[in-house]
């Protein structure tokens, strides 16, 4: 039977993130470099996208590249780059035609100034486009996202455009480069490792985590539907008691 029969899409969670790890240790397994394994991931990238319409997902955001990725063998980031540059320039046109609307988050002033050439315009070719958002977080790190958000925040208040008492949590959250996007509901992480890397550390406060020891070349369709059915077969309390949550449902 197919899974997502199974799946409750009424319920389906509206955001879902995904830290697509194991490129490199797939390849290895295949007696390949690891560049190999980062093209092969791509093909997982076009699955799990078509697999979330189908969940009729809203948001779908994928950790690309992390400002750590800068300290890996620099043949791996050149290649990275390359793999970025021409996976954009080579899908924007089935992005556009998909209803997928692109997006990026993170640094992005600190990308290779072709890939940021490639990325705005397709940036912009897809943003009317409201099937589902596909969001890269490219140079991405929480750390330094936060520490941007604060130092936006202590510049508003030392100019006194607000207080100290202004500071919400909903302040905090418009300072982010997720600011129009929705916090996720499921995060997923493959390859059996279970850290969170610095990824959307400020968005993920009341998010499901799902990891799975399947890397990212192999993780397709029918993983995705594991981790949401399991997503589904949990009670999401936000802080409340059990009673709490049926008396609001």
């Not at 470099?33 to 093209?39: D, E, F, T, V």
Request: a negative charge; aromatic letters at 6%; glycine letters at 6%.
């Amino acid at each position: 039977m197919d899974l997502l029969s199974k799946i409750d899409l009424k319920n389906a969670p509206q955001h879902i993130a995904i830290i697509m790890d194991g490129n490199g240790r797939w390849a290895k397994k295949q007696g390949q470099m690891r560049l190999h394994g980062h093209n092969i991931g791509v093909e997982s990238v076009r699955e799990v996208l078509k697999a979330s319409k189908e969940l009729k997902v809203k948001y779908l955001t994928l950790y690309a590249f992390s400002t750590e990725n800068w300290n890996r063998p620099q043949e791996e980031v050149d290649g990275l780059m390359d793999l970025l540059v021409r996976s954009i320039a080579g899908e924007v046109e089935e992005l556009h035609s998909s209803g997928v609307s692109l997006k990026a988050i993170g640094d992005l002033e600190g990308l290779p100034n072709d890939c940021k050439v490639e990325l705005q315009s397709a940036i912009e070719k897809t943003k009317n486009n409201t099937d589902i958002n596909l969001v890269l977080a490219l140079n991405y790190s929480s750390r330094w996202e936060i520490k941007e958000a604060t130092k936006l925040i202590a510049k508003d208040i030392a100019s006194g455009k607000i207080s100290e008492d202004d500071v919400t949590d909903e302040l905090v959250s418009s300072k982010m480069t997720t600011a129009e996007i929705p916090d996720p509901e499921l995060l997923i992480r493959t390859s059996g490792e279970y850290r969170l890397s610095n990824f959307l550390l400020w968005q993920i406060a009341y998010c499901e985590l799902h990891f799975t020891p399947v890397l990212w070349p192999a993780f397709k369709r029918e993983d995705l539907f594991k981790a949401v059915l399991d997503y589904q077969s949990r009670e999401r309390r936000f802080g409340m008691v059990s009673e709490q949550i049926s008396k609001t449902v």
